[in-house]
């Protein structure tokens, strides 16, 4: 604090900038936040745990897993998902770089486990095989 004549006034106008910077730090912070893309439905995936980030697909790049992955796709969720996989309302466009580039292994811990409080159904009565076939589907949405 800087003391001149009149100490009480520079003490107060030295607290009420403190104020202010501390404002201006709360702004910024808030400003940094993820985009909406990663507030929305796939944010769920960086919740994913160690171990599902290193889960192989056992199906990647097979053009017949792709296609039994589509037709449980449109059984399970193009309701949500449209047809195409671009997200209906609240649910998540699969086409994004977000889901894309998520790992596969995490891709079938998300529809595993789903995120029922966002409406994301689980699908753990599905035998991993179809899981996995859904999540090699997905990948070809690219």
Known sequence: ?????????????????????CLMAVWAA???KPGKQEEGPAAQLSKAPRWARSLGNPYQGQAEAAAAGKKLFQQ???????PDGRGLEH???????LIQ???AGVLFWALRNGRLRKG???????????LW?????V????
Request: charged fraction near 15%; aromatic fraction near 8%; proline fraction near 7%.
């Open 1 to 21: 604090m800087i003391w001149h004549f009149d100490g009480r006034r520079t003490a107060t106008a030295s607290i009420i900038a403190a104020w202010a910077l």
């Open 30 to 32: 808030a400003a940094r």
């Open 76 to 82: 399970h969720c193009a309701e949500c998902h449209g």
């Open 91 to 97: 649910a998540a466009n699969l086409h994004s770089p």
């Open 101 to 103: 580039n998520a790992p």
């Open 120 to 130: 994301m159904p689980s699908w753990s009565a599905l035998p991993d095989q179809q």
């Open 133 to 137: 076939q859904m999540v090699t589907y």
């Open 139 to 142: 990948k070809t949405l690219k």
